[in-house]
């Protein structure tokens, strides 16, 4: 069987974007790009495995360790780390910190050793690692469970979820899931099932237990889907993508619960012209309240106009991780379709792997040769046509 052109680009992306330090997040030297990053090489590397092409892997390895290398003492994984010659340049963060650094880090040690069946890749990075569950039990502040996450403090750093952000919830799960399979640690279990427990309280319409914020949860109308963050100000009630795509990787939630969030997504997909799940839906305009929250939160140029960026634009990392949440539901027709508009975005000006795009003129924004661009064709196309499954 011939192999899809689209795989082909894919892989020779992230080969090209393969550097002695790890996968750098984008193969041209735009702006900050040129640099390995946590979550963006984490994916990347989660893309090599799915590929089993040993280059890739090798990479996602160096990857890992230049992260590891470059902890901050108090545990703090980089953002970023640019090497030049001698110097190494490492940045844990802009207008605020990274909180997903941690997790994306813990998350790929674990999923390469998984890979590996090497659980003494584990075992060497131990302390890594608990330096990060260390700091992520402070960052929850009132020690109930959900992390207290700043403004501009995950991937979406440009936007306005701040306070008990869901993903970031979910990101740590799934990282204490991972670890939790290596090391079989009773005090990691029941945090797992407290941190899901809260989730499912606060996230979740009519659920039981006690509330973070008991009255403006009770005056939420909420829909077929998770909203994004809450604050002591009250939520935000977007829908965001990559989030209540985890929590169906995850299985967090009621079965009931979860098909009504895909049948949300495709009900948003199906409408939009590059048949992509934006990041965030909807977009916030300026006549909106949050719009303020926008406005100044950048550090070199805005980028969140309607429709675009994290404000409602499409990316096609995004919707690879909402492809593989809808392969554990068995909407194998839908991931194809998917797959195909991954590949349709991706293949724009001649294989240029755009960051993301206008959900609504199909135009492409940001940098192109984005490697996690190319990640979700990788990550998708082995889910469905090798059954590439990740440890959940």
């Known amino acids: 069987m011939d192999i899809d052109i689209n795989y082909i680009k894919a892989i020779a992306l992230l080969q090209k974007s393969s550097s002695a330090e790890g996968f750098l997040a984008s193969a041209q030297n735009i702006s900050n790009y040129k640099r390995v990053w946590a979550r963006d090489g984490v994916i990347c590397g989660l893309a090599a ?26 545990g703090t994984i980089p953002s ?29 040690i674990c999923q390469y050793a998984f890979y590996k069946n090497d659980a003494s890749f584990v075992e060497k990075h131990q302390l890594n690692i608990e330096k990060c569950l260390t700091l992520m039990e402070a960052w929850e502040f ?67 237990g006690e509330k973070y914020h008991e009255r403006t949860y009770n005056e939420m109308q909420f829909d077929d889907f998770m909203p994004c963050s809450f604050s ?19 299985n967090i939630g009621s079965k009931d619960f ?21 990041a965030f839906w909807p977009p916030i305009k300026e006549t909106d309240t949050d719009w303020h ?53 991706n293949q724009k000006e001649d294989f240029s792997f755009y960051e993301n795009f206008n959900t609504e003129t199909e135009m492409p924004n940001g940098v192109p040769f984005c490697t996690w661009s190319a990640a979700a064709t990788i990550l998708l196309h082995q889910g469905i046509t090798a059954n590439f499954k990740l440890l959940i």
Request: aromatic share 12%; no cysteine; proline share 4%.
């Open 258 to 278: 979860r098909k009504k969030i895909i049948e949300h997504a495709e009900e948003i997909r199906n409408q939009k012209p590059l048949q992509l799940i934006p």
């Open 142 to 208: 009132n020690n109930k469970h959900l992390m207290y996450v700043p403004l501009s403090g995950n991937w979406a750093d440009e936007y306005i979820t701040d306070g008990y952000v869901l993903y970031d919830q979910l990101l740590r799960v799934w990282a204490l899931k991972s670890y939790h399979h290596f090391v079989k640690n009773d005090t990691i279990a029941s945090k797992i099932t407290n941190i899901t427990e809260q989730i499912e309280i606060n996230f979740t319409p009519n659920s039981d």
């Open 232 to 250: 002591p100000a009250g939520y935000k009630t977007q829908f965001d993508a990559f989030a209540n795509s985890l929590a169906i990787l995850l």
């Open 49 to 74: 495995l799915a590929s089993g092409q040993d280059d890739l892997i090798d990479t996602f390895k160096k990857t890992l360790e230049t992260l590891a290398k470059n902890q901050h003492p108090i």
């Open 80 to 108: 970023n780390v640019m090497t030049n010659g001698t110097e190494t340049e490492v940045s844990y963060g802009g207008l605020a910190g990274r909180v997903d650094a941690l997790t994306w880090f813990i998350i790929g």
């Open 293 to 345: 929250l926008l406005k100044n939160n950048f550090k070199y140029e805005f980028r969140n106009y309607p429709n675009e960026f994290h404000n409602g634009g499409s990316w096609p990392m995004v919707n690879g991780f909402y492809g593989l949440a809808l392969l554990t539901q068995n909407q194998n027709k839908e991931a194809k379709a998917l797959l195909e508009a991954i590949n349709n975005a």
